[in-house]
């Protein structure tokens, strides 16, 4: 038995490879794509080395815009499943609602993992991105506009569009929802600064919880869109307040921000 987008009962291992195949490639490609520009870039005399904003600009484009991009269009067009598994289409005002809904949901959810760990005294791992805001807050500023454009889109194009969709339609949608929850946490690691375990595991465990939100929504609306958009404005919101807090020297964000 095969559903509307062609998996059926194909095996259960085929699949989950499949996923963590498309996140492998994903990244890879995306990496490719950041060297050969950043190389383009150098050899025309653009100072990327000596400006880190260049260089976050660079790998954003190429990692979340073209990389992701590509290989999730590339892997819908080549496979089996065709443009079938991708729900997209123009949001309605149910759509507009569920992104308040989602956006909300992600911000109340984030408080109270934090204001736990806080409670049971778990420290969380530094998002390299906070780090290099810190040194330099401009940077949280550029991020603001590349998360609602490429990281938002980018990411949720290739782990929900995709990945989620391919890991539902064999497994079902909670089952689904969770592992490609875990598949888009565990993405992740590679942004993260930890001095220890626990520090790393507490922290992608939060990206779990908020990715099974963006998931829910993603199911619940059926139309890519929705949390594309929440996942970006979600981005923009907490570089924003991390600027605010950042220039200010004050530290009202702590709860608001992933990492």
Known sequence: METASGIGEASAIRVLGESVGVAVAGFLVGIVFTFVAAAALLATGVP??????????????????????????GYI?????GFDLLWLRVPTLSDVIWTVLGLVGLFVALIALNLTLITFGIESAEHSIVGLGGENPEILLVMIPLSILLIGPGE???FRGV???ILVDRFGIWVGIAVASVIFS???VGA???TDPAQLVSTLGIYVALSLILGGVYERTGNLVVPSVIHGLFN??????LYYTLTRDIDLATL???G
């Not at 067009?77 to 499943?81: Q, T, V």
């Not at 923009?236 to 307040?241: K, P, S, V, Y």
């Open 48 to 73: 990327l080395l000596e400006q880190p904003i260049y260089e976050i600009v660079v790998s954003v484009v190429m990692l979340q815009g073209f990389g992701f991009g590509s290989v999730a269009l």
């Open 77 to 81: 067009y080549f496979s089996r499943h």
């Open 156 to 158: 949720e194009l290739l």
């Open 163 to 165: 990945i989620q969709r």
């Open 186 to 188: 565990v993405a992740h």
């Open 192 to 194: 993260l600064v930890a």
């Open 236 to 241: 923009a919101i907490q570089f924003g307040l």
């Open 256 to 258: 608001l921000v992933v």
